[in-house]
Nanobody, 115 residues
Framework: QVQLVGSGGGLVQAGGSLRLSCAAS????????MGWYRRAPGKQRELVAS???????NYADSVKGRFTISKDNAKNTVYLQMNSLKPEDTARYYC?????????WGQGTQVTVSS
């Protein structure tokens, strides 16, 4: 079993920055992909960014140039550095980790950007 513990959300003014982190613990043999998703009120959950075992990254168009995903393999932790935040970035952010063929989700952390 794998547990994901996230942190770093909060309230920030437009133009500000936040850094999210998500640490995986438990029986971890083979992490394939780590990523961040978000769900805004009234909208479907969407991919924000992902990073593969080989460090290939993928970003939603809406966050390219503003957000950066990274990971620390030794700590089984994935990060999301969010800069130049906009009110439309307001959402609950979830981390997802794929271990082998199994996907695990964190509980989510709220990010609120005020205008």
């Amino acid at each position: 079993q794998v547990q994901l513990v996230g942190s770093g959300g909060g309230l920030v003014q437009a133009g500000g920055s936040l850094r999210l982190s998500c640490a995986a613990s438990g029986t971890i043999f083979n992490i394939n992909t780590m990523g961040w998703y978000r769900r805004a009120p009234g909208k479907q959950r969407e991919l924000v960014a992902s990073i593969t075992r080989g460090d290939s990254t993928n970003y939603a168009d809406s966050v390219k140039g503003r957000f950066t995903i990274s990971k620390d393999n030794a700590k089984n932790t994935v990060y999301l550095q969010m800069n130049s935040l906009k009110p439309e970035d307001t959402a609950r952010y979830y981390c997802k980790v794929a271990v082998g063929a199994v996907e695990y989700w964190g509980q989510g952390t709220q990010v609120t950007v005020s205008s």
